[in-house]
């Protein structure tokens, strides 16, 4: 109880600061609420793909800001021969969904492992990020955005500009929540996935060939993460060191939310962002220990993330 | 739940394994044959600057010893509690910046600095510890990624006390009676017996009741605690323990490198100190070291004949999860035990490990 009240105390005061400093810079704390939210989507992208993964398969993919970058470096490729945005999203989804199938079938080898199972992806992370400097080299670089997203529109009811791009980010992470939401309630696989979330073995003995479920997850979290990795390379940049950024603020998200819970995935997503943005704005220097700061406090007071996920985890 | 295959909380077979006879058992004969193993050790610490060549001596053997002394803390904390620790690096960049921080900003004298900074090892590890007490598994595992990596975004973005990007340069080890440590042979002794005493002493903890303890806290944690051990002050008190090691590591790096800065806590880094642990395998304490040695070595020599390092050292250490459950000393064990079996079916007779202890079980 006292811990709770402490807790709500803690909150309030918080609330109150973010509140006082974001009325001291006035309207341009629209734009810090939008960047936050531009993040969220981002992070969401990737928390949902990561998220699913551990909540089925019980694997901590560390290669999924790998993944991340191999679908925007993918991307990048197919924009710069076919110059169209939209095949250079699809196919760099695509491309990143085959390489997470390949983990997959690697991760198979070891039988359920966990522990081992993340060292191999953290193997993997080496990897790729090494294989794509190899390719694609270090220089910085990103993605044009389609014709009707470049540019700038006024805000409404007041006189700033924010990119048009940003704006579309937030819409695709939306719509990515909603064809999720469609997907594991409304279809059959989804079905599947929550079930095998909740109890693999019991789906396994009712006849359902959970290594299919497995290997449809891993290429759609796949593909979430080559999609985040286009977006982000389009309104980011792709480079070296964007995958471990990448994953570390997703790891963030997941971790706060709850792993295996998209619910929570998404409030933290929402969380992290804000905090992200409002820290980047007031306070720059510290602004990435401030975001850190608040998952240790998180994981302190609720080792198990905001909102209870997969059920056979253990805090 | 982490179960390796050699768990066993039973302290009469460990024993029979070989995993508590440590430095100092009770028995003489093994007290002896210690003795004699310090013996050669010693020999052969004094005889590799004269075996190996100058490059080789301080690009691989020297940096093999401080890596593993480092890795060795966390394969400590993994072999023995299970607590598969990603804050290590956060340890080993705090005795290292104290240390650096004393000397460079505040004059302060080097031994008091390196004490301070071995103080500071522990005490480090403490507190990670109690942060984490309540997490196990997978959650301390991004848990302590978390603490490692805001250590090093500290380090980074705190420019009052951490001097930034830049960190610490030009940072001069101490010089006794006119030799400088920071030369080539009397940095490799001071490492070699750092490295050696910080084994023996990881390895009186093991065999201590709190070894026991941190083996019960690895193999299964809700029997540990309806032992009435604490599980959380077992976990802290195996951090503070790591954490020991874990600053030797740091100061010894500073005084090799002569600079400490960010890039040497950063997540590369964090990465690279689990691949060392787990390619040399975490059965054994020893483990660190041929996985630091094994590392350094591909680092060193493997761009004659590739351009990829980085790929080569991940495809190393996933190659080498896919086949062994304990790294390349699991490899070892393995091919052992086949070849006594090989040599038991072919009705040979079993080349007899000493057996100091009564066997309890027929």
């Known amino acids: 109880m006292a811990r709770r009240l402490l807790g709500v105390a803690v909150a309030v005061l918080l609330a109150y600061y973010a509140v006082s400093k974001s009325v001291e810079i006035g309207d341009r704390s629209l734009l810090v609420l939008l960047n936050g939210l531009t993040a969220a989507g981002l992070y969401f992208l990737m928390a949902s793909g990561f998220t699913l993964v551990f909540g089925l398969a019980r694997v901590t993919n560390l290669a999924h800001g790998g993944i991340y970058l191999l679908g925007g470096y993918g991307a990048l490729s197919v924009q710069r021969t076919t110059g169209n945005w939209f095949l250079a999203v699809m196919l760099g989804a695509l491309f990143a969904a085959g390489v997470s199938l390949v983990l997959y079938l690697l991760l198979r080898l070891l039988k359920g492992d966990d522990l081992r199972e993340t060292m191999l992806t953290l193997g993997a992370t080496i990897v790729i990020a090494d294989q794509t400097l190899a390719t694609w080299g270090g220089i910085p670089t990103d993605l044009a955005p389609p014709s009707f997203l470049t540019g700038s529109i006024h805000l409404p009811g007041s006189p700033l500009l924010y990119p048009k791009f940003r704006l579309a980010v937030v819409a695709l992470a939306v719509l990515a929540g909603l064809l999720l939401w469609v997907l594991l309630y409304k279809t059959r696989l989804g079905m599947l996935i929550r079930a095998g979330v909740d109890d693999a073995d019991m789906v396994s003995v009712l006849g359902i060939r959970v290594p299919l479920v497995l290997a449809s997850v891993f290429m759609l979290a796949g593909a979430l993460a080559g999609i985040a990795g286009a977006a982000g390379g389009t309104y980011l940049s792709l480079a070296q060191g964007e995958d471990n950024r990448i994953l570390l603020a997703s790891l963030i998200v997941v971790i706060a939310g709850g792993l295996g819970s998209l619910r929570g995935a998404g409030a933290a997503a929402i969380i992290v962002g804000l905090v992200e943005a409002f820290a980047q704005t007031h306070h720059p220097v510290l602004s990435v220990l401030i975001t850190f700061g608040s998952l240790i406090a998180i994981l302190v007071l609720r080792p198990q993330g905001l909102i209870k996920g997969a059920t056979h985890v253990q805090a | ?362």
């Open chain 2, 1 to 362: 739940m982490y179960r390796p295959e050699h768990a066993v909380t039973n302290g009469s077979e460990l024993r029979e394994r070989g995993e508590l006879g440590g430095v100092f058992s009770a028995k003489s004969g093994r007290l002896l044959a210690n003795c004699a193993l310090l013996l050669v050790i010693g020999a052969a610490i004094a005889a590799t600057p004269v075996l190996v060549s100058d490059f080789v001596l301080l690009q691989i053997v020297i940096k093999s010893l401080w890596l593993g002394i480092a890795g060795s803390s966390l394969a400590f904390l993994i072999g023995q509690a299970g607590l598969i620790s990603l804050a290590q690096t956060a340890v080993f960049g705090t005795s290292g910046y104290l240390m650096a921080i004393l000397v460079l900003e505040h004059d302060v004298g080097i031994w008091v600095a390196v004490a301070a900074a071995c103080i500071a090892g522990p005490v480090a590890g403490l507190i990670i510890g109690i942060i984490s007490q309540r997490s196990s598994g997978l959650y301390l595992m991004m848990l302590t990624l978390a603490i490692g990596v805001f250590v090093f975004f500290f380090a980074q973005q705190y420019q009052p006390i951490t001097r930034g990007h830049t960190g610490f340069n030009g940072f001069d080890a101490p010089i006794i009676k006119g030799v400088n440590l920071q030369e080539r042979e009397p940095l490799f002794y001071v490492s070699a017996i750092a490295a050696v005493g910080v084994v023996i002493l990881l390895r009186l903890v093991a065999q201590s009741p709190a070894g026991l303890a941190y083996r019960g806290l690895r193999d299964n944690r809700k029997r540990l605690s309806a032992l009435g051990y604490s599980t959380a002050a077992t976990t802290v008190s195996a951090f503070a323990v790591a954490g020991f090691s874990a600053g030797i590591g740091g100061v010894l790096a500073v005084w090799y490198n002569g600079a400490i800065s960010p890039g040497s806590i950063d997540i590369a880094r964090i990465i690279e100190l689990l691949i060392v642990v787990t390619i040399g395998g975490t059965i054994r304490l020893e483990g660190a070291f041929l996985g630091a040695l094994v590392v350094t070595l591909l680092r060193n020599y493997a761009n004659e004949f590739t351009n990829r390092t980085s790929t080569l050292v991940g495809a190393v250490f996933m190659v080498i999860v896919l086949i062994s459950r304990n790294g390349l000393l699991g490899i070892f064990i393995n091919a052992r035990t086949k070849a006594h079996k090989a040599i038991k079916l072919f009705g040979g007779q079993r080349l007899k490990a000493k057996q100091p202890y009564p066997q309890t079980n027929p």
